[in-house]
């Protein structure tokens, strides 16, 4: 498949699909394979996970490991920080070694970073943002990632974490958005396809997944329908607070849940000029939002793009 010195074995852990990948100095995906996350076998179950996911890949050699993970996380200490999507029944998993842990499964050099940073990097990388020296990626997921490069610099949070922007609230007062980091009204527990698909489930009397709350709407019923227009509108809101917080130019929406986009962008992209009309003197903070050409894997390439430049 190549050599050694040309592949980084990627993986993208989310909250229900871990996705591994072998990716050239080019980045090109040479080989992937996709898992279930199995939470009810705990970390150890995951650990275990990553070597199967691997396993499915093609054989070759491949020169270091690089993991884009939901957060929270500290990518040097290489830990995950009680992440806000991993759950064994009620119990969080708390802080757990991942890079460790996986240096004595793989044996090669490991590289953790947050999912949201690794997708932006991605995006600039390889997803047609070459030039744009301020960008905002969101990744639409089990979570809502966010990863920001200002300036041509990715943006870092104090004491070297990631910062976490998803967990931003718009409405403290949302008793029924309730979010894995246990605040209400978060970013992330109005945006998460996994809340609004809860959401949905609970006003239906029934449990639905993303892909069935999707498949409703295309279908014609236009009470979800609505729903996923009301989320556009929220989307809208969210991307207000980043664009004052980060000033990008372009903001992509990536992860599972923006191949639904056709079912809310246009409101969205309705609403946000009216809300971002004060901030369009002197100098124009309204983006571009672009639905991301990498789709599922912006994340994979970001994290082989680290390892890559790691390596430099």
Not at 44 to 53: A, C, D, H, S, V
Not at 283 to 310: N, W
Request: a positive charge.
């Amino acid at each position: 498949m190549g050599r050694s010195t040309d592949l980084i074995l990627a993986f993208d852990l989310g909250g229900t699909k871990l996705r591994a990948a072998f990716v050239d100095a080019q980045g090109r995906i040479k080989a992937h394979a996709t898992t279930r996350v199995r939470q009810d076998e705990g970390f150890r179950g995951l650990i275990q996970l990553f070597k199967e996911t691997a396993d499915q890949l093609p054989k070759s050699k491949y020169k270091a490991v690089s993991v884009a993970s939901a957060g929270p996380l500290h990518p040097e200490k290489g830990i995950l920080l009680d992440p806000t999507n991993f759950f064994t029944g009620d119990q969080s998993w708390g802080v757990l070694p991942l890079v460790r842990e996986l240096k004595k499964v793989f044996r090669k050099p490991v590289r953790l970073e947050n999912d949201a940073a690794a997708a932006v990097l991605g995006e600039r990388w390889k997803g047609g943002h070459g030039r744009t020296k301020n960008i905002v990626a969101m990744t639409l997921g089990t979570g809502v990632g966010v990863g920001a490069i200002c300036n041509d610099r990715l943006v870092r949070a104090g004491q070297g974490l990631h910062p976490e922007a998803g967990h931003i609230p718009l409405d403290i007062n949302a008793k029924d958005y309730p979010c894995g980091c246990g605040a209400n009204g978060c970013i992330e527990a109005f945006l998460a396809g996994s809340h609004f698909a809860h959401r949905l489930g609970r006003l239906k009397n029934r449990a639905l997944s993303g892909q069935e709350a999707v498949a409703l709407a295309r279908g014609g019923d236009v009470w979800v329908q609505e729903a996923f227009r009301e989320y556009g509108r929220q989307l809208a809101q969210a991307v207000r607070v980043l664009c004052v917080l980060f000033a990008p130019e372009v903001v992509v929406i990536s992860g599972g849940f923006s191949h639904a986009s056709s079912l809310f962008m246009d409101e969205t992209q309705a609403l946000l000029p009216k809300l971002m009309e004060r901030y369009r003197e002197g100098i124009d903070l309204l983006p571009k939002i672009k639905v991301s050409k990498l789709q599922d894997e912006a994340g994979i390439l970001g994290a082989a793009y680290l390892a890559l430049q790691t390596k430099k």
